[in-house]
């Protein structure tokens, strides 16, 4: 399945829609293992719609990818 790839800064954008509702912003990402590339991605759900978007680029370890995500939800903090 393919995924609608978003900017961190769009990424951070979405995540600080979620955070203003009150949601649990580390337990929105999703991290995939994918077969064509065999790499690990991040997914965010979107806000307003039911669709999950990639942020990044595949990774090639779980690691690598949180501490990615780590420094989306970092920025996402810093806007407030």
């Known amino acids: ?11 951070v954008a979405l995540l600080s829609e979620w955070k203003e509702i009150g949601h649990d912003l580390p337990s929105l990402a999703k991290l ?4 064509a ?3 690990i991605i991040v997914l965010i ?8 978007y990639q942020v990044g680029k ?3 370890a779980y690691r690598d990818a949180m501490v990615f995500f780590g420094e989306l939800l970092d920025k996402t903090c810093s806007k407030h």
Do not use: E, I
């Open 37 to 39: 590339s065999n790499g």
């Open 1 to 11: 399945m393919d995924y609608s790839l978003v900017s961190d800064k769009q990424a």
């Open 45 to 52: 759900p979107g806000y307003r719609c039911n669709q999950w």
């Open 32 to 35: 995939k293992k994918t077969t």
């Open 58 to 60: 595949p990774f090639s």
